[in-house]
């Protein structure tokens, strides 16, 4: 129990340090904590923990913030320009999670900044049908907003900009990937010299 303990609170500090810097615009910084903070859960909140009343009460809070961390890591992630490496992870989430409008809104999102306009409303199709026949809803307006402005190809959709610190992170980033790569693809032919 005392090494769940220890990963809640890491991922709760992570969470919390991730969305505030999401708030104050350093969405890099803000996605890479996200990813920290939802690389720590290994399956769902306290399995192999029998519940009472207060504990199951907790589960339900942790599956719930999993999902708002998960939101605000799309957010973040959709605001820094990756929204070619999100297809498919909100393609799960949304078949996942059927009713949850936000990851269809990120979905729509994402693949009309890849250039799928056409799919893009086929996800809302698919979940104006959805919540018509199971809850007899329409979907909110936002999500008719955003919509509208797939349809008018409204230029507040496309990629925004990233702040110069953001860019500079990025820049590091594929720098230190770009060097991992040449120094593996360099280890045969070292070893064979040594």
């Given at each position: 129990?005392?090494?769940?303990?220890?990963?809640?609170?890491?991922?709760?500090?992570?969470?919390?340090?991730?969305?505030?810097?999401?708030?104050?615009?350093?969405?890099?910084?803000?996605?890479?904590?996200?990813?920290?903070?939802?690389?720590?859960?290994?399956?769902?909140?306290?399995?192999?923990?029998?519940?009472?009343?207060?504990?199951?009460?907790?589960?339900?809070h942790l599956d719930e913030s999993l999902l708002c961390t998960l939101e605000h890591r799309i957010y973040a992630d959709l605001q820094r320009g990756a929204h070619h490496t999100l297809v498919p992870e909100l393609t799960e989430l949304t078949a996942r999670h059927p009713l949850h409008e936000n990851f269809h809104r990120h979905l729509m999102l994402a693949?009309?900044?890849?250039?799928?306009?056409?799919?893009?409303?086929?996800?809302?199709?698919?979940?104006?049908?959805?919540?018509?026949?199971?809850?007899?809803?329409?979907?909110?307006?936002?999500?008719?907003?955003?919509?509208?402005?797939?349809?008018?190809?409204?230029?507040?959709?496309?990629?925004p900009r990233l702040r110069s610190a953001d860019r500079a992170t990025v820049v590091r980033q594929q720098e230190r990937r770009t060097m991992g790569s040449v120094v593996h693809s360099l280890t045969p032919a070292l070893r064979a010299i040594g």
């Amino acid at each position: 129990m005392r090494r769940v303990a220890l990963d809640i609170a890491e991922y709760e500090m992570l969470t919390a340090a991730g969305n505030a810097a999401v708030q104050r615009g350093a969405f890099v910084e803000g996605s890479d904590l996200l990813h920290q903070a939802v690389a720590l859960w290994r399956g769902p909140a306290l399995v192999n923990v029998e519940a009472g009343e207060l504990l199951g009460a907790r589960i339900v809070h942790l599956d719930e913030s999993l999902l708002c961390t998960l939101e605000h890591r799309i957010y973040a992630d959709l605001q820094r320009g990756a929204h070619h490496t999100l297809v498919p992870e909100l393609t799960e989430l949304t078949a996942r999670h059927p009713l949850h409008e936000n990851f269809h809104r990120h979905l729509m999102l994402a693949l009309y900044r890849c250039g799928r306009r056409a799919e893009s409303l086929a996800v809302m199709r698919r979940l104006r049908a959805r919540l018509v026949e199971e809850l007899g809803l329409e979907p909110s307006p936002f999500l008719v907003q955003m919509e509208q402005d797939i349809l008018r190809g409204e230029p507040s959709l496309d990629t925004p900009r990233l702040r110069s610190a953001d860019r500079a992170t990025v820049v590091r980033q594929q720098e230190r990937r770009t060097m991992g790569s040449v120094v593996h693809s360099l280890t045969p032919a070292l070893r064979a010299i040594g």
